[in-house]
């Protein structure tokens, strides 16, 4: 597919139409998905997309000659370009939920740290966010772009090694958020005006949670189908892959009953107190799996009603950090308990006595930047120090972000965890992700299955930090669809047909 600007299904960067090799930044294609963000929030008032304002950046601020040929110097050709087609946001607008929109020329180099190589191109739209804030910052000689929340984010891009994106992947990652719903553009949002206006972040979306359902049905499928059919051996064998996925697909498609439905009852989940929110819609959305199923990966069992009566934390003292808080909820757990501390951040630090497995995080539901449906794997060992397991990022587990060079360092709970986020804030991956690569390494044959479901005991996990098995154990960024990357592992390659995770970046993540 090639790149016309008369074509909105060529503007964003997806296998079918990657980064194109121009000289500079592709200001073309910039400007044209810059320009569809401002139109998507222009849409949510209700007034027409021709009244929208359609002044450019340059129209606005370069107002005469000596201006024009102060910044015709002061910017990269294609950067200039770029401020020529860029529309500026209307005033009470901002332009996407996180960066209120492009800086006046007054401010484009305020943070700049060396030279006006680099500048804050999309300051951020709540200043609250960091205590030194910033935004998306963009170095017009490499024509590459990150996100920073606050200024002291710089030691950790410019550490020699992070590699900056093209502006035109940063656009397609926040139009990800957007189509996923995780954030909306509302006349009116549901915590009333804010600084990001008329963009709301809502704390997990309708897809976000239809894709953990999804995937969770699809791996208990698959392990089920395993059973069922003993002699078949996805491992290596494409063809048995392939018989796996039909097996699975036919179940999935296949009409359930009503005693199908649910981990957990409505009922038991009253009794614990859980009340709406992700880890409930979860709980009574899923396919509930044969009986005879009770781990869903190496030594992670499913819950049970049991664990909900009571929930690990519910009547644990803690104090009061966040005024809506969403306590952590034990989703698949090992049968071995902490003597010490799991979490590691205020105010669950102290908490000894907890089960091993994945949770979901501690988040304040009215905060400005909430993923519901974050986790984390908890593992009773370290990982990482012999330098092969990775974060999202690529980064190794344990390593010192800010350090020109990696030094990898045992951690329990960095597994599947994002290092750095080029994008948006800091979060944890969203337990879909999660679920997703789970189902993708139970199809490819990594995980073995028998009568229980996947075998091989938490120390399985291990294996992330293997140079034959850390590829299988690490999320990739949601710049756009991460299966291409892993599909290049050939031992991986044939067992990731169903697993997508196209929905925001973050992601990605």
Same mark, same amino acid.
């Given at each position: 597919?090639?790149?016309?600007?008369?074509?909105?299904?060529?503007?964003?960067?997806?296998?079918?139409?990657?980064?194109?090799?121009?000289?500079?930044?592709?200001?073309?294609?910039?400007?044209?998905?810059?320009?569809?963000?401002?139109?998507?929030?222009?849409?949510?008032?209700?007034?027409?997309?021709?009244?929208?304002?359609?002044?450019?950046?340059?129209?606005?601020?370069?107002?005469?000659?000596?201006?024009?040929?102060?910044?015709?110097?002061?910017?990269?050709?294609?950067?200039?370009?770029?401020?020529?087609?860029?529309?500026?946001?209307?005033?009470?607008?901002?332009?996407?939920?996180?960066?209120?929109?492009?800086?006046?020329?007054?401010?484009?180099?305020?943070?700049?740290?060396?030279?006006?190589?680099?500048?804050?191109?999309?300051?951020?739209?709540?200043?609250?966010?960091?205590?030194?804030?910033?935004?998306?910052?963009?170095?017009?000689?490499?024509?590459?772009?990150?996100?920073?929340?606050?200024?002291?984010?710089?030691?950790?891009?410019?550490?020699?090694?992070?590699?900056?994106?093209?502006?035109?992947?940063?656009?397609?990652?926040?139009?990800?958020?957007?189509?996923?719903?995780?954030?909306?553009?509302?006349?009116?949002?549901?915590?009333?005006?804010? !600084?990001?206006? /008329?963009?709301?972040? %809502? +704390?997990?979306?309708?897809?976000? #949670?239809?894709?953990?359902?999804?995937?969770? *049905?699809?791996?208990?499928?698959?392990?089920?189908?395993?059973?069922?059919?003993?002699?078949?051996?996805?491992?290596?064998?494409?063809?048995?892959?392939?018989?796996?996925?039909?097996?699975?697909?036919?179940?999935?498609?296949?009409?359930?009953?009503?005693?199908?439905?649910?981990?957990?009852?409505?009922?038991?989940?009253?009794?614990?107190?859980?009340?709406?929110?992700?880890?409930?819609?979860?709980?009574?959305?899923?396919?509930?799996?044969?009986?005879?199923?009770?781990?869903?990966?190496?030594?992670?069992?499913?819950?049970?009603?049991?664990?909900?009566?009571?929930?690990?934390?519910?009547?644990?003292?803690?104090?009061?950090?966040?005024?809506?808080?969403?306590?952590?909820?034990?989703?698949?757990?090992?049968?071995?308990?902490?003597?010490?501390?799991?979490? !590691?951040?205020? /105010?669950?630090?102290? %908490? +000894?006595?907890?089960?091993?497995? #994945?949770?979901?995080?501690?988040?304040?539901? *009215?905060?400005?930047?909430?993923?519901?449906?974050?986790?984390?794997?908890?593992?009773?060992?370290?990982?990482?120090?012999?330098?092969?397991?990775?974060?999202?990022?690529?980064?190794?587990?344990?390593?010192?972000?800010?350090?020109?060079?990696?030094?990898?360092?045992?951690?329990?709970?960095?597994?599947?965890?994002?290092?750095?986020?080029?994008?948006?804030?800091?979060?944890?991956?969203?337990?879909?992700?999660?679920?997703?690569?789970?189902?993708?390494?139970?199809?490819?044959?990594?995980?073995?299955?028998?009568?229980?479901?996947?075998?091989?005991?938490?120390?399985?996990?291990?294996?992330?930090?293997?140079?034959?098995?850390?590829?299988?154990?690490?999320?990739?960024?949601?710049?756009?669809?991460?299966?291409?990357?892993?599909?290049?592992?050939?031992?991986?390659?044939?067992?990731?047909?169903?697993?997508?995770?196209?929905?925001?970046?973050?992601?990605?993540?």
């Amino acid at each position: 597919m090639v790149f016309s600007i008369n074509d909105e299904s060529t503007w964003r960067v997806t296998p079918e139409n990657p980064v194109r090799e121009v000289n500079g930044m592709d200001w073309e294609r910039c400007a044209a998905l810059h320009n569809l963000i401002l139109t998507l929030g222009w849409a949510a008032g209700g007034k027409p997309e021709s009244e929208m304002p359609r002044e450019t950046w340059w129209q606005t601020h370069i107002t005469d000659p000596a201006l024009e040929a102060e910044w015709s110097a002061r910017l990269s050709p294609t950067l200039k370009q770029f401020f020529q087609a860029a529309f500026e946001e209307a005033p009470d607008q901002s332009f996407f939920y996180y960066v209120r929109g492009l800086s006046c020329p007054e401010n484009l180099f305020e943070t700049c740290h060396e030279d006006e190589g680099t500048m804050c191109l999309y300051p951020l739209a709540d200043p609250n966010m960091g205590s030194d804030p910033d935004g998306l910052n963009f170095d017009q000689e490499m024509s590459r772009a990150i996100f920073h929340v606050d200024i002291s984010n710089y030691s950790i891009t410019n550490n020699g090694r992070t590699v900056w994106d093209p502006l035109e992947v940063v656009f397609t990652a926040w139009l990800g958020m957007i189509d996923s719903g995780k954030i909306v553009a509302t006349s009116s949002p549901v915590r009333g005006p804010g !600084e990001a206006d /008329p963009w709301e972040l %809502l +704390p997990y979306s309708q897809m976000d #949670l239809q894709a953990a359902v999804g995937y969770f *049905d699809n791996l208990i499928l698959k392990i089920e189908s395993l059973v069922e059919n003993p002699s078949l051996q996805p491992k290596d064998n494409p063809e048995d892959q392939a018989k796996l996925v039909a097996l699975a697909t036919a179940k999935f498609d296949a009409p359930r009953s009503p005693n199908e439905m649910g981990l957990i009852s409505k009922e038991a989940l009253d009794r614990a107190g859980l009340n709406q929110g992700f880890v409930r819609d979860f709980l009574t959305s899923v396919r509930r799996p044969k009986a005879n199923i009770k781990y869903i990966g190496p030594g992670l069992r499913l819950p049970t009603e049991s664990d909900f009566s009571p929930l690990p934390l519910r009547n644990v003292d803690i104090p009061q950090l966040f005024p809506n808080p969403v306590l952590p909820i034990p989703l698949f757990v090992t049968g071995t308990r902490s003597t010490s501390p799991i979490f !590691e951040r205020y /105010p669950l630090q102290d %908490l +000894p006595n907890l089960p091993y497995g #994945l949770w979901t995080t501690y988040v304040n539901r *009215d905060s400005d930047h909430v993923f519901e449906d974050g986790c984390r794997l908890f593992l009773p060992f370290n990982i990482g120090a012999s330098g092969f397991a990775r974060r999202t990022d690529d980064t190794l587990i344990g390593e010192n972000l800010e350090s020109a060079k990696a030094r990898p360092s045992g951690q329990r709970n960095e597994l599947y965890q994002t290092g750095y986020n080029h994008f948006i804030p800091l979060h944890e991956p969203q337990l879909a992700d999660v679920l997703g690569q789970w189902q993708a390494i139970v199809e490819a044959g990594l995980w073995e299955v028998d009568e229980e479901g996947v075998v091989g005991g938490i120390e399985k996990f291990k294996e992330a930090d293997t140079e034959d098995g850390s590829y299988i154990y690490q999320l990739h960024m949601k710049c756009y669809d991460p299966i291409d990357i892993l599909r290049q592992r050939s031992v991986f390659r044939a067992g990731l047909d169903g697993y997508s995770v196209m929905r925001e970046n973050p992601e990605t993540g």
